[in-house]
């Protein structure tokens, strides 16, 4: 399995901007964004395959672009037009079912976890 580590959460007011990134141990078909707001599940925001396809949550369609340079092995979330309903723990995912072209977003999908960074938008 590879291994994952997040970086960039952070606070951010309504409207501003933050980007996540993920780096990977090695190489793997698809990766995704979940996040986790206290209280609630688990939540796919965003996956990527290997060949470029994507999929997102409705709720975060037209603000957040997920990204990966494979050269370095990493994932990125750009978040733009930030809400306070974004406040939650994002996790990187890796590993485990991996469709190309319609990379999931449903966490049971995914086996390999990184530990977390936390984003708060007020």
């Known amino acids: 399995h590879v291994q994952l580590v997040e970086s960039g959460g952070g606070s951010a007011q309504a409207g501003g901007s933050l980007r996540l990134s993920c780096v990977a141990s090695?190489?793997?078909?698809?990766m995704a964004w979940f996040r986790q707001a206290p209280g609630k599940e688990r939540e796919g925001v965003a996956a990527i395959d290997i060949e470029g396809g994507t999929t997102y949550a409705d709720s975060v369609k037209g603000r957040f672009t997920i990204s990966q340079d494979n050269a370095k092995d990493t994932l990125y979330l750009q978040m733009d037009s930030l809400k306070p309903e974004d406040t939650a723990m994002y996790y990187c995912?890796?590993?485990?079912?991996?469709?190309?072209?319609?990379?999931?977003?449903?966490?049971?999908?995914?086996?390999?976890w990184g530990q977390g960074t936390q984003v708060t938008v007020s």
């Open positions: 090695g190489n793997t078909k698809c």
């Open positions: 995912a890796a590993d485990g079912a991996c469709e190309l072209g319609i990379p999931s977003i449903d966490s049971a999908d995914y086996t390999t």
